[in-house]
């Protein structure tokens, strides 16, 4: 394992933002079944999360631990909230009809989204000596209902397609080399891959309830706690079968 396998794979988990743009028009009409994917996918991320991460972490008795969780939750709260008020509270909006956001705002949101994924798939390859399929699994999918919303959002603010795969474009080229500083950090710094895999950890999970969950449960009803559920178990398949 190198370097050049965490860029690969921080691309690769990112890539599922092209399947969402190609998506984004024929689900345009279908917010029940995108929300029903995105409740998929934000089981596969808690049950990744929580499977790979956290004995990982080792929370018992590591208070280093607690409090990176911590310090990751409330840093992506205040950045999310910051990016809002710049105008990209959109960049999951399902069912974006409004030409308001920015789409500076949205990209910068998006990478507040993704960047602590791909730094987490950075750590967890170095310290695992080999690729998570769980964790990639549960990354890429939950991109796919993001590149959805992303896109309409974007769409709706007067970006063209090909904007928006530019945009795409810069944000995988991103979570690649976001991946890579994760497995350097992983590498080099004593006890620092605990830390800030789990300043990662408390950043997503907080993602998922501030966004992903609640854009899911008002699109797909109260069967995206099935599918959640559903996403979950898979995730723990998967991380058992490695």
């Not at 959002?153 to 970006?159: E, F, M, N, Q, T």
């Not at 997503?204 to 996403?231: C, I, R, W, Y």
């Amino acid at each position: 394992m190198s370097v050049w396998t965490a860029l690969f794979w921080g691309a690769f988990s990112s890539a599922a933002l092209y399947i969402g743009q190609w998506l984004a028009t024929p689900m345009q009409t279908r917010n029940h079944a995108t929300g029903l994917i995105m409740g998929f996918g934000a089981g596969t991320m808690i049950s990744a999360i929580a499977y790979e991460l956290i004995p990982t972490t080792n929370l018992e008795g590591s208070f280093g631990t607690f409090v990176a969780v911590l310090l990751g939750a409330f840093a992506y709260f205040i950045g999310d909230r910051i990016v809002d008020k710049g105008g990209g509270g959109d960049r999951q909006d399902i069912d974006a009809d409004q030409g308001e956001g920015s789409g500076a705002a949205m990209f910068v949101g998006a990478l507040l989204d993704g960047v602590p994924e791909a730094f987490i798939l950075g750590i967890t390859l170095k310290a695992g000596g080999g690729i998570s399929i769980a964790f990639v699994t549960a990354v890429f999918v939950s991109n796919i209902p993001q590149g959805i919303a992303g896109t309409t959002s974007l769409k709706a603010a007067g970006y063209t397609d090909r904007h928006v795969f530019r945009m795409w474009t810069g944000l995988l080229i991103a979570t690649a080399i976001t991946a890579a500083v994760g497995y350097i950090v992983a590498d080099k710094v004593a006890n620092g891959g605990l830390y800030a895999e789990g300043f990662a950890a408390g950043a997503v999970l907080t993602m998922l309830a501030d966004s992903m969950m609640p854009e899911a449960f008002e699109h797909g009803g109260k069967q995206v706690g099935l599918v959640t559920v559903v996403g979950y178990l898979v995730a723990a398949f998967l991380t058992f079968a490695d």
